[in-house]
T-cell receptor, first 112, second 111 residues
Framework: AAGVIQSPRHLIKEKRETATLKCYPI?????VYWYQQGPGQDPQFLIS???????DKGSIPDRFSAQQFSDYHSELNMSSLELGDSALYFC???????????FGAGTRLSVL | GESVGLHLPTLSVQEGDNSIINCAYS??????FIWYKQESGKGPQFIID?????DKRQGQRVTVLLNKTVKHLSLQIAATQPGDSAVYFC??????????FGTGTSLTVIP
């Protein structure tokens, strides 16, 4: 079965650079969620989109933005990267009418 | 808001024994709960869910128990296997809004 696809799997950036993470939800899933997971920590909700509109906002810094496109894929844009942004970034998607979230394998971002 | 916590950060069990992982939540309005398993380098994987109108739900080798009175849920894994070694998170959804993840419990199965 198709799963949530995230790209890239690994990303290395320097401080003050920008990064774009991509997420392709499971087909026919209409909701996308972004999470940040630091080392040894639980996933922290950043932001979610339902039918291409932002639906909920969590602890997403102002330096980050995200959007969901007409094909339901989503991108997380991160600017002025800081060392503390180094983390695993997960995308999850939910099917229509259900709030079970299926997670992708994540993007590991390292900021040097 | 919601705060979610697990009682023990680590748990070691012998292969074949049963495992119990606990989770406490704070918001009595929370109505949907999911247990996730996360293996090293992978995303959280859905294990089992339960809604607030239920006290117990069983899956294959896993059972989730929900005690709304004390705002506590547990994940029971029967006949634990080495492949069950992972970090387990409970995630709590308050009325269709955000999911709040608890601090994971690292389960180690000793062969």
């Amino acid at each position: 079965a198709a799963g949530v696809i995230q790209s890239p799997r690994h990303l290395i950036k320097e401080k003050r650079e920008t990064a774009t993470l991509k997420c392709y939800p499971i087909p026919r899933h209409d909701t996308v969620y972004w999470y940040q997971q630091g080392p040894g920590q639980d996933p922290q909700f950043l932001i979610s989109f339902y039918e291409k509109m932002q639906s909920d906002k969590g602890s997403i810094p102002d330096r980050f933005s995200a959007q969901q496109f007409s094909d339901y894929h989503s991108e997380l844009n991160m600017s002025s990267l800081e060392l503390g942004d180094s983390a695993l970034y997960f995308c999850a998607s939910s099917p229509v009418g259900k709030n079970i979230q299926y997670f992708g394998a994540g993007t590991r971002l390292s900021v040097l | 808001g919601e705060s979610v916590g697990l009682h023990l950060p680590t748990l070691s069990v012998q292969e074949g024994d049963n495992s119990i992982i606990n989770c406490a939540y704070s918001n009595s309005a929370s109505d949907y709960f999911i247990w996730y398993k996360q293996e090293s380098g992978k995303g959280p994987q859905f294990i089992i869910d339960i809604r607030s109108n239920m006290d117990k739900r069983q899956g294959q080798r896993v059972t989730v128990l929900l005690n709304k009175t004390v705002k506590h849920l547990s994940l029971q894994i029967a006949a634990t296997q080495p492949g069950d070694s992972a970090v387990y998170f409970c995630a709590v959804d308050c009325q269709g809004n955000q999911f709040y993840f608890g601090t994971g419990t690292s389960l180690t199965v000793i062969p």
